[in-house]
């Protein structure tokens, strides 16, 4: 399997594990120099490590055929790589095959899985009709940015016997649809105070982070035990005298880190109900006593508008698509799941399998210059170095 070694793992991989050794301490040098020359040591030795490995395609297409199309190659395609001859050739047959997955019913199954898992929806016709979307999207080589900005056929279905997609326009009320953000299984799936929990999914799926998710290069001391390092000013969000409820308290953490991002977010999201109908004005539900719908004044203040980060304002779910469909970040998040899926790693917010933006910069840059079509961006990945060296 790719994650079973370090020495399977690409160059930023293995960075990544010497940066944990190198924080961690403990290095010892018994030629001298100091803890830098120490790290440089360590540094050459991996880059030995990783030089030492080989080209093996019939290791990667076992890999490639477990994740694309979910069986073993057969004996067929296992020869067709032995007895292609030098290693060019072979190269050949083995893009060969992974063009051939890629256009497969096989796939278009396992990808349709893949989106379930990603998305964390599923085993629901309107849950699923969320993963039928993407999938589709990506099977027919479209845009992956439609996942945010498409107006129409996004609660369609997909027939896993028949590895066959409908599409379907989602009937929620919603005046000019945006993609999964106005899907109707998302906002009844993700229901919460607040609509906190849709935040949080459209955060997490869509740019890979965890909040806060914006984070100032220095803090603003606002009186408190720890910093302010929001970007939004401080007082962008109520306190008891502005709202009813304080998102500036600092006795336990500074909440606005996460918050005044969150609040610019959570308005535009609050307008579903908890069946994920849209309502035309924020209905969310509060914690508050005698549990009233949330307002405007309890996210922001007087003057502030909705935005998907600072300096990017979004007055509805439409042009929040649009924003984020134009941050960097996106496309990054969205190879960053490609290329963990494909190496064998967990998921990169959940697990924490971050994986640095330079390690991946080249596919990053295909995938935008390419529309941003995912499935090409998964054929780059699995025909990438780091994943056919062992």
């Not at 000013?233 to 909440?255: H, M």
């Amino acid at each position: 399997m790719k994650n079973s070694s370090l020495t399977r793992l690409g160059p930023g991989l293995a960075a990544l594990a010497l940066a944990g050794v190198a924080c961690g301490g403990g290095i010892d040098n018994p030629s001298g120099g100091g803890p830098d020359a120490a790290i440089d040591a360590t540094s050459d030795e991996w880059d030995q490590r990783l030089e030492e490995r080989e080209v093996d395609y019939n290791a990667a297409l076992r890999a490639a055929a477990l994740r694309l199309v979910g069986r073993l190659p057969t004996l067929e395609e296992i020869r067709s790589i032995q007895n292609a001859g030098d290693l060019a050739a072979q190269k050949v047959a083995y893009e060969a095959h992974i063009d051939a997955f890629l256009a497969s019913s096989d796939f278009a199954r396992q990808i349709y899985f893949w989106w379930q898992d990603t998305l964390r929806m599923g085993d629901d016709t309107e849950l699923d009709s969320a993963a039928a979307f993407a999938a589709q999207v990506t099977v027919e080589g479209r845009s992956y940015l439609e996942l945010l900005t498409a107006t129409a056929g996004q609660c369609g279905a997909f027939d896993v016997g028949a590895a066959a997609f409908t599409a379907a326009d989602c009937g929620n009320g919603v005046p000019v649809q945006a993609g999964l953000l106005t899907h109707p299984g998302v906002h009844r799936h993700f229901t919460s105070n607040f609509s906190f929990r849709r935040v949080k999914w459209v955060q997490e799926t869509f740019a890979c982070t965890k909040f806060p998710a914006e984070i100032a290069a220095t803090g603003i001391d606002i009186g408190a035990a720890a910093p302010y390092t929001g970007l939004f000013p401080f007082e962008s969000v109520p306190a008891l005298d502005t709202g009813r409820v304080n998102f500036r308290d600092t006795s336990a953490v500074i909440c606005a880190n996460c918050h005044t991002t969150m609040n610019h977010i959570a308005p535009l999201l609050a307008t579903f109900d908890e069946q994920g109908q849209f309502q035309g004005q924020i209905v969310a539900p509060t914690p508050l006593e005698g549990a009233p719908p949330a307002e405007l004044r309890d996210y922001l203040v007087a003057g502030e508008t909705t935005a998907w980060r600072y300096g990017v304002p979004a007055a509805d779910l439409p042009q929040l698509g649009a924003a984020m469909a134009a941050d960097p970040d996106i496309a990054e998040c969205a190879i960053a799941r490609v290329w963990n899926w494909a190496m064998g790693k967990g998921d990169v917010v959940d697990a924490l399998r971050e994986v640095p933006a330079e390690i991946i910069r080249q596919e990053i840059d295909d995938f935008v210059a390419d529309g941003h079509r995912l499935k090409s961006a998964i054929r780059g990945v699995f025909t990438h170095d780091d994943f056919v060296k062992f």
